[in-house]
């Protein structure tokens, strides 16, 4: 079956440590997305990717960083400077030549500080 | 501009009942709005979804209506279920997707 595969499912973070979550989509879709899920507030966009070797800045990209080296891959990661990482934190993609397409989502790693 | 308010924060129906769940918006480029549901632990998913030139969209149990010109449109679930209960999400996009900030939906059975 084709989806978006997010791991680890849980992680911890200790002080002054950086954390890569993985995302991985068998879907072929070209775009893929990094939010930030806090209570209340909705999904709030960190990166995205639209195509291998680019990606922009969302709305809270401080603190964090990411990759897209291959089309199926987009790691995020938590760097030391992101001073309140605990979230809840989402993967999404979607086709880009099909508008009607609607992003699909993983099932998302909770992070949490030590 | 890029906002999309979305109420109630929460709500709590008996089953069988008819929740309602309202969005705003303001920037008319939005071309596409989606609303997804959420389990806890588990990602959004694709409820349904109406693009601005129809006024109203059914799928199953879950409705959605749009009034374009007060900028506003909402989901209706009918004959509403305790197997409904989730977090709802309203979203609107131009080049990107704008979500709302959910609706916690309690149907009581």
């Known amino acids: 079956d084709g989806g978006i595969t997010q791991s680890p499912k849980y992680l911890f973070r200790k002080e002054g440590q950086n954390v890569t979550l993985s995302c991985e989509q068998n879907l072929n879709h070209d775009a893929m997305y990094w939010y930030r899920q806090d209570p209340g507030q909705g999904l709030r966009l960190i990166y995205y990717s639209q195509i291998v070797n680019d990606f922009q800045k969302g709305d809270i990209a401080e603190g964090y960083s990411v990759s897209r080296e291959k089309k199926e891959s987009f790691p995020l990661t938590v760097t030391s400077a992101q001073k309140n990482p605990t979230a809840f934190y989402l993967c999404?993609?979607?086709?880009?030549?099909?508008?009607?397409?609607?992003?699909?989502f993983g099932d998302g790693t909770r992070l949490s500080i030590l | 501009q890029q906002q999309v308010k979305q109420s109630p924060q929460s709500l709590i129906v008996q089953k069988g009942g008819i929740p309602i769940i309202n969005c705003a918006y303001e920037?008319?480029?939005?071309?596409?709005f989606p609303w997804y549901q959420q389990f806890p632990g588990k990602g959004p998913a694709l409820l349904i979804a109406?693009?601005?030139?129809?006024s109203e969209k059914k799928e199953g149990r879950f409705t959605i209506s749009f009034n374009k010109s007060a900028k506003q449109f909402s989901l209706h679930i009918m004959d509403s279920q305790p197997g409904d209960s989730a977090t709802y999400f309203c979203?609107?996009?131009?080049?990107?997707?704008?979500f709302g900030a959910g609706t916690i939906l309690r149907v009581k059975s």
């Open positions: 920037n008319t480029a939005f071309d596409y």
């Open positions: 999404a993609s979607t086709p880009l030549r099909d508008s009607n397409q609607p992003q699909h």
């Open positions: 109406i693009r601005p030139d129809v």
């Open positions: 979203a609107a996009r131009w080049d990107k997707l704008v």
